[in-house]
């Protein structure tokens, strides 16, 4: 079964951090790009960051910018997110997308099912 599996998530005080985990199973992730994306009560789903498949380029949206680093390691075949200083607003469903481009045009995508990051007092 191909999958990807999201975890790390819980419930945190404003301020403090988590780690967010992303492994993939039944595939590797070496070849692909990886994205996290949040989706909060009632809002569409949103990119938070990037990662190119070489690890090499990493692309941050501005919210998230100096709070939040991506990162991978394709050895353990797993994708992190480090998110500091979280705010309420950072309360949302965290997905993972794993997503490979062929050189001959198109590309295939796998999704997480999510893990939940609650940020409350």
């Known amino acids: 079964q191909l999958a990807l599996v999201e975890s790390g998530g819980g419930l945190v005080n404003p301020g403090e951090s988590l780690k967010l985990s992303c492994a993939a199973s039944g595939f590797t992730f070496s070849g692909f790009a990886v994205s996290w994306y949040r989706q909060a009560p009632g809002k569409g789903r949103e990119l938070v960051a990037s990662?190119?498949?070489?690890?090499?380029?990493?692309i941050y949206s501005d919210s998230m910018k100096g709070r939040f680093t991506i990162s991978r390691d394709n050895a353990k075949n797993s994708v992190y997110l480090q998110m500091d200083s979280l705010k309420f607003e950072d309360t949302a469903v965290y997905f993972c997308?794993?997503?490979?481009?062929?050189?001959?045009?198109?590309?295939?995508?796998?999704w997480g099912q999510g893990t939940q990051v609650t940020v409350s007092s």
């Open positions: 990662i190119t498949s070489g690890g090499v380029s990493t």
């Open positions: 997308k794993a997503e490979q481009f062929f050189a001959e045009g198109g590309a295939r995508t796998y």
